[in-house]
């Protein structure tokens, strides 16, 4: 699970960790243990247990597990505004003169719960009702010595820091999806005059688009928040007869990444279709599987997926003389690594072996690990879907968010690893802006350089013709 440094000087968290179940059941009676792990809980007892006292400090992984999946029930800053409620409580149970002692014991508990929450889930803090609420406790908190100030501050620092960085993603991304609109425009303008360059006039060499390839893959994940993938799944509570996030957008940085793999696909697919010769088609479809090769030797199993759908994509596959004059056994290789079968059985056992790899890297290079993203959210659904969030008394199911934590902390290990190789700014910019053409303009230009061969396909071509010649 994810965790944050103590608080130098002030908190060890080992010595609160041993207080995790005994304290929260003496003070709360609704949570409910089995072989000493919490396995369900009402809504407020699991608030409870979220807050620090004067002798208790949540352990990390609930931390983790109770921010990530809580949002299924009630929104973050609700959330916050309950903690800040219970953490006024604490201080105020004591008389006065006591108040002071008591303030400096649960101060650096209550820092570090924060940090924890803004350093692991920041993009909650883009709420300006979650601002609000961590602006008053935190000065709260301050108003006593001066190493609580210090810690206070290097946490906001933090946190703005994280947020402006996220923004500027969000901004270079609009700016890369205007690019690649106005190239697209350009070429259904004057497709002669654009298409004439391709990948291969880019780059001709696998392992540096491979390469290249990656540095978007890991880019892109590490924009992810952890939250992403419950909010991505949220629907209405059944004791609460609304969404609990009807209003913001709840996942928009996992759908980019989704987006990332569709391009990437269709781009493939471009890049084989469009030539008019068939020797260069061939050419071009050897260097894309030369290129998944090498993303499944790095590990970017979501780049290699992309690929070999983009040459499965009917429009290619049809192209029986282009393909004639490959060899395709390695392609034969990667698609049986990649087999949907036994869910995904193959895919799996090497997922399994390039983690194992990367817990024992000697070299950043050995770390990288991107799973075939489609299939991680379609497992993290299932899990989701395939259980009650709620038990039939009206408590959480945490047994359930156990699992779902440690599905989601896998991927927070994946997402944090820096891209060793070296940017190629010509190739990035090529991948993420060049002209993409719809499926029905690809089918086009397939039936153009090889024709239809069966009455299905000599109708949908007369269609598209015809569907063309309207347009202009």
């Not at 990667?334 to 390039?354: C, I, K, V, W």
Request: charged content about 25%; proline content about 5%.
């Amino acid at each position: 699970m994810p965790q944050t440094p103590p608080f130098k000087g002030q908190l060890n968290s080992g010595s609160y960790n041993n207080n995790l179940y005994r304290s929260s059941e003496e003070a709360y009676h609704d949570l409910y243990y089995q072989d000493h792990s919490l396995v369900s809980g009402s809504l407020e007892a699991l608030i409870h247990h979220l807050v620090p006292t004067v002798d208790y400090y949540p352990d990390r992984t609930y931390i983790f597990t109770f921010l990530l999946s809580s949002r299924l029930f009630i929104r973050p800053h609700e959330v916050m505004s309950r903690v800040c409620q219970l953490c006024v409580e604490q201080q105020r149970l004591a008389d006065p003169p006591a108040e002071k002692l008591r303030l400096r014991k649960i101060t650096p508990k209550v820092v570090q719960l924060l940090t924890e929450w803004t350093e692991t889930f920041p993009y909650d803090f883009r709420d300006e009702r979650m601002m609000r609420s961590l602006k008053e406790l935190t000065h709260r908190l301050s108003t006593g010595e001066e190493v609580y100030k210090k810690a206070v501050g290097q946490m906001s620092q933090g946190l703005i820091r994280r947020l402006t960085v996220l923004s500027q993603y969000e901004e270079a991304l609009v700016r890369i999806n205007a690019t690649a609109a106005e190239r697209l425009a350009a070429l259904k303008a004057k497709p002669q005059a654009v298409i004439q360059r391709d990948l291969l006039s880019v780059c001709n060499d696998p392992f540096t688009v491979a390469q290249q390839l990656t540095h978007i893959e890991l880019e892109r994940l590490s924009y992810i928040g952890p939250e992403e993938f419950v909010q991505a799944f949220v629907h209405k509570d059944p004791l609460d007869n609304k969404s609990c996030f009807s209003d913001h957008k709840k996942a928009s940085n996992l759908e980019a990444y989704v987006d990332w793999f569709n391009r990437l696909s269709y781009l493939v697919a471009t890049e084989i279709c469009m030539p008019t010769k068939k020797k260069h088609r061939a050419r071009v479809m050897e260097f894309f599987i030369d290129v998944a090769r090498e993303c499944f030797n790095i590990g970017n199993f979501n780049s290699l997926m992309a690929i070999i759908s983009g040459m499965n994509m009917s429009p290619v596959s049809r192209l029986r003389k282009t393909w004639s004059k490959v060899k395709t056994a390695k392609f034969d290789i990667l698609e049986h690594q990649m087999d949907p079968s036994s869910n995904f059985y193959n895919y799996r056992t090497a997922l399994r072996g390039a983690t194992q790899r990367s817990v024992t890297a000697h070299s950043s290079r050995e770390k990288i690990v991107i799973p075939f993203f489609s299939l991680l959210i379609k497992d993290i659904y299932f899990l989701n879907e395939g259980c009650s969030s709620r038990l039939p008394n009206g408590h959480i199911n945490f047994e359930k968010f156990w699992e779902l934590a440690k599905q989601v902390s896998e991927f927070l290990t994946w997402k944090q690893v820096e891209c060793p190789f070296e940017k190629d700014r010509k190739i990035l910019q090529y991948l993420l802006t060049a002209p993409v053409v719809s499926e029905d303009a690809l089918y086009l230009a397939s039936y153009e350089s090889e024709a239809p061969e069966n009455n299905m396909e000599k109708d949908r071509w007369k269609s598209l013709r015809s569907s063309l010649l309207s347009r202009v």
